[in-house]
């Protein structure tokens, strides 16, 4: 049945096999595009540098420029914004607060360039498969034979493996979650499950573990560090014992993500701690990234009204949209570049497929409408494969003609080849001013009908629909919970791209972006809120850190309070304990101390209910 499944699947037949006999070998073409990407890496970076530039220094005179202008441009808004809303009876868009703006500014954008050692790991990988799939497609055994069939299995294998590699080329990030250590909870369980404990004592039996562990850690890894291992064990076995119940309640996530962090050292479980500090803030706001919303509503429709007046918004909100632009025309040239390399990495075998059935589709019905698209659609692909990569300067026209609203940039696009060719004379201030000047209009009042509110109103909803990159936290999380069921693993892979954007734009290290895309590809993202709570549990129970309460029928006098901290403490010394004090005067008498997962009742209630069961 497997193997009947993989013939229909497969789609290669004699007249392909034949057509890649004479194919490069992709040993060398493998090697050779790599060489290709860097080379044109470099002659990019030659000829425009700026291009490639951090522009930190630039950037940060943009800021100040806004923040110096800052109550100006606030003023002129709102005047024009107030005006509107006097004009159309309805508010369009918010009035600005200027005390808002001033006190959390735009930060510096950086720049994420590929690392060459992994383009040349993948470039490799690729390289291997489509060989391997080369070679089978010239392979020609009886075709009735079971050799025959195995082979055309294999071949199918081959090319889902290529087609998963080119869907993952660009996901640094894997969903391991693992993350790093070396053994999962599976093998440990495994490991456990073939040891049954018999007649040996818990100590024993736990030791015997312990010691088939790390044998099994020896074999897979010859370099394996028995010490690191012992006192990593030590401290994990202390706060994770099987007889302590404190930490039963703990997200299994948020176990893992500790166990990880502190395998990986103390700094990282420092740098940990501080991330996730920073996505429960994250996580707490509903805010969308509403100016980057409102830009992509006006390149997708440039003749909405009040463009003007959200030009002037969009100025005072994003005083670093120049240097965006910049460093959205180099990722468009890289990834013309990078993608052209994949695609002549597998070049030789997937054309050879979508040739094929080219010609096929191409002696059936020509009535026939599916048919005739499916054809259309395969001739395209086909061109994808010869075409080279676009004129810098075309690309140039391309984006400028939707990030600029569709309006005459031939100006600002020879000021901006000029820039990024290192012209001392032009600098993003300078280029900002051009750009500006162009979405400068009439700001004057007018009168928005009700249809055209509706749509503007429509239009928003559908951008923000449209692109998750720029939700809340929170609604992109729950939006991917689905995603378990989820077959087409592009759309799981775009989940990931937009996990990773969003957490890299706040900073976060790898070791937590990784522990999202596994909750993602698991369907549990909506359950982050918890792990983030559970995980500063797990870090103060890690610091000895104790939250606790002492309930008293009547407030208690600092010298019965220190006295019962003090008892807490001696007999705890290597805690730290943080108690407050509640009064509930229907304990009649006595109090209860709760400290962590544990409770400690004193009162008269507790007595007499006692005293009434053993009655």
Not at 67 to 88: R, W
Request: net charge negative.
């Amino acid at each position: 049945e497997m193997i009947g499944r993989a013939l229909q699947r497969s789609r290669f037949s004699l007249s392909q096999q034949l057509c890649v006999q004479n194919c490069r070998w992709f040993g060398a073409a493998g090697a050779t595009e790599f060489d290709t990407w860097v080379n044109r890496q470099n002659d990019l970076k030659k000829y425009f540098p700026k291009l490639f530039e951090d522009l930190t220094n630039e950037q940060k005179a943009l800021i100040d420029s806004n923040q110096q202008n800052l109550q100006q441009l606030v003023s002129e808004f709102n005047k024009a914004n107030e005006q509107s809303v006097t004009a159309s009876g309805e508010p369009v868009f918010k009035p600005l607060d200027k005390a808002l703006l001033a006190a959390s500014p735009p930060q510096i954008l950086t720049l994420r360039s590929r690392d060459s050692k992994k383009v040349s790991e993948k470039f490799a990988k690729g390289e291997d498969l489509a060989s391997q799939l080369a070679k089978q497609m010239t392979n020609s055994p009886d075709p009735d034979s079971n050799e025959a069939r195995l082979h055309m299995l294999l071949m199918s294998d081959l090319n889902d493996q290529i087609q998963q590699w080119k869907l993952s080329i660009d996901d640094d990030a894997g969903t391991d979650l693992t993350l790093g250590l070396p053994i999962t909870d599976k093998e440990i369980d495994k490991i456990i499950d073939s040891h049954p404990t018999g007649t040996l004592a818990k100590e024993e039996f736990f030791a015997t573990i312990e010691e088939s562990v790390v044998n099994y850690l020896k074999q897979t890894d010859k370099n394996f560090d028995t010490k690191k291992w012992a006192t990593f064990n030590a401290k994990t076995n202390e706060m994770f014992h099987p007889e302590d119940v404190q930490h039963y309640h703990f997200h299994a996530y948020a176990k893992t993500l500790f166990r990880a962090s502190l395998w990986h050292g103390e700094e990282k479980l420092k740098t940990i701690v501080e991330n996730m500090e920073l996505l429960k803030k994250y996580l707490s706001s509903e805010d969308d990234d509403a100016s980057k919303i409102l830009r992509r509503m006006y390149e997708v429709s440039p003749d909405t009204p009040l463009s003007s007046l959200a030009a002037l918004k969009l100025r005072v909100v994003d005083p670093l949209f120049t240097a965006k632009l910049v460093f959205e025309v180099r990722q468009c040239v890289e990834n013309a570049l990078f993608q052209k390399c994949v695609r002549n990495i597998v070049r030789d075998v997937e054309l050879a497929e979508i040739q094929e059935q080219i010609a096929q589709l191409r002696t059936a019905d020509k009535t026939n409408k599916v048919v005739q698209e499916e054809l259309k659609k395969l001739e395209e692909e086909e061109k994808m494969y010869n075409i080279e990569i676009p004129e810098l300067t075309v690309m140039v026209d391309e984006i400028f003609q939707t990030k600029l609203w569709g309006k005459a940039t031939e100006p600002v696009k020879k000021q901006f080849m000029k820039f990024i060719k290192g012209d001392k004379k032009e600098t993003l201030l300078t280029l900002d001013k051009t750009i500006q000047n162009l979405f400068e209009g009439n700001t004057e009042p007018r009168t928005i009908s009700e249809n055209e509110e509706f749509s503007m109103n429509v239009l928003y909803h559908n951008t923000r629909t449209d692109n998750a990159l720029w939700w809340n936290m929170s609604d992109f999380l729950a939006s991917t919970a689905a995603l378990k069921k989820e077959t087409d693993s592009s759309i799981i892979m775009n989940a990931h791209r937009v996990a990773k954007e969003k957490l890299q734009d706040l900073g976060m290290d790898p070791l937590l972006i990784n522990l999202v895309h596994a909750l993602i590809e698991d369907g549990k993202a909506s359950e982050i809120p918890q792990i983030v709570g559970d995980f500063h549990g797990i870090i103060k129970l890690f610091r000895g850190e104790m939250d606790g309460v002492v309930t008293s029928a009547q407030p208690l006098s600092d010298t019965e309070f220190d006295k019962i901290f003090n008892q807490l403490r001696s007999c705890n010394p290597s805690k730290t304990f943080k108690v407050e004090r509640r009064v509930e005067p229907g304990l009649l008498a006595g109090f209860v101390v709760s400290i962590g997962p544990y409770r400690f009742d004193y009162s008269l209630l507790s007595e007499m209910r006692r005293s009434k069961v053993a009655a």
